[in-house]
T-cell receptor, first 112, second 115 residues
Framework: GNSVTQMEGPVTLSEEAFLTINCTYTATGYPSLFWYVQYPGEGLQLLLKATKADDKGSNKGFEATYRKETTSFHLEKGSVQVSDSAVYFCALSSYGNNRLAFGKGNQVVVIP | KAGVTQTPRYLIKTRGQQVTLSCSPISGHRSVSWYQQTPGQGLQFLFEYFSETQRNKGNFPGRFSGRQFSNSRSEMNVSTLELGDSALYLC??????????????FGPGTRLTVT
């Protein structure tokens, strides 16, 4: 079945640092890939998506490229702000299917 | 456009009781999915409803059930509550149908505590 693996542990970094969160997946066919963000006490917000190989999703300075050869969808941001502190989830869904499979999530803490 | 709304936001129940949670999707969205979020298991898919029919189901016991009404609003019910059912229950809506992108928009969740 479908599964998503995110790097272990929280990520702590200083303001204006470069952020990378690794995400790899296992899926049959050609899944759609997503990054969601969750702020304390809130639901999930869609951050960006990619629906086919080599697509780059981008939003609010965050980017991720759908790499089919490495089955990866790593999230990057060039210069983080304190307001980016949140939990980030990588997710996928198969074509024609709304069922999302999520990674475990990564807590990102940005220190001023 | 109003977002996904869930009621109630917080709920405290006792073991053995049952509970009903409600979700109103974004206007025009016909698909509603439910997810359970716990610190140990993370985010797990419960079920999806589209046009009043259950279209997809996760690996949860039969105590977890749901339904969807003609206006796309959805409810989920958990009977005979167990301590392990304490979780944040998230509802997500999407256009559904043949849309290839399947962007799902989440509500704020209902925090259920079972004592």
């Amino acid at each position: 079945g479908n599964s998503v693996t995110q790097m272990e542990g929280p990520v702590t970094l200083s303001e204006e640092a470069f952020l990378t969160i690794n995400c790899t997946y296992t899926a049959t066919g050609y899944p759609s890939l997503f990054w969601y963000v969750q702020y304390p006490g809130e639901g999930l917000q869609l951050l960006l998506k990619a629906t086919k190989a080599d697509d780059k999703g981008s939003n609010k300075g965050f980017e991720a490229t759908y790499r089919k050869e490495t089955t990866s969808f790593h999230l990057e941001k060039g210069s983080v702000q304190v307001s980016d502190s949140a939990v980030y989830f990588c997710a996928l869904s198969s074509y024609g299917n709304n069922r999302l499979a999520f990674g475990k999530g990564n807590q990102v803490v940005v220190i001023p | 456009k109003a977002g996904v709304t869930q009621t109630p936001r917080y709920l405290i129940k006792t073991r053995g009781q049952q509970v009903t949670l409600s979700c109103s999707p974004i206007s025009g969205h016909r698909s509603v999915s439910w997810y359970q979020q716990t610190p140990g298991q993370g985010l797990q898919f419960l079920f999806e409803y589209f046009s009043e029919t259950q279209r997809n189901k996760g690996n949860f016991p039969g105590r977890f059930s749901g339904r969807q009404f003609s206006n796309s609003r959805s409810e989920m019910n958990v009977s005979t509550l167990e301590l392990g059912d304490s979780a944040l229950y998230l509802c997500a809506s999407s256009l559904g149908g043949d849309s290839i992108s399947y962007e799902q928009y989440f509500g704020p969740g209902t925090r259920l505590t079972v004592t």
